[in-house]
Nanobody, 126 residues
Framework: QVQLVESGGGLVQVGGSLRLSCAFSGRTFSNYAMGWFRQAPGKERELVAAISGRGGRTYYADPVKGRFTISRDNAKNTVYQQMNSLKPEDTAVYYC???????????????????WGPGTQVTVSS
């Protein structure tokens, strides 16, 4: 069974940076596309960034383009999200997500995911 555990959240001032990490276990990491979602109070959960199983392709939501970077280390079974130039509207619980891929499906980021971590809080204060 896939297990995901996020870390790296916290309180940061406007303009600051944080790096989220998500440790993956239970299956072969490179067979899973990964994504980061966030959910702010009173809002729906939204996809922030995604990366293909092989790591060659990424997707970013418009609000975070140029500020967030998703990456993965298949040797460490970990996916990261570097978040720079943080804004108050980035405040949310951030979730790591995984979904199985195979063959050419591992060459593309995904929008739907089957496995989820418990989340980590990111608060950007002004």
């Amino acid at each position: 069974q896939v297990q995901l555990v996020e870390s790296g959240g916290g309180l940061v001032q406007v303009g600051g940076s944080l790096r989220l990490s998500c440790a993956f276990s239970g299956r072969t990491f490179s067979n899973y596309a990964m994504g980061w979602f966030r959910q702010a109070p009173g809002k729906e959960r939204e996809l922030v960034a995604a990366i293909s199983g092989r790591g060659g392709r990424t997707y970013y939501a418009d609000p975070v383009k140029g500020r967030f970077t998703i990456s993965r280390d298949n040797a460490k079974n970990t996916v990261y999200q570097q978040m720079n130039s943080l804004k108050p509207e980035d405040t949310a619980v951030y979730y790591c997500a995984a979904n199985y891929c195979s063959g050419s499906g591992c060459d593309a980021p995904l929008r739907e995911y089957a496995y989820w971590g418990p989340g980590t809080q990111v608060t950007v204060s002004s």
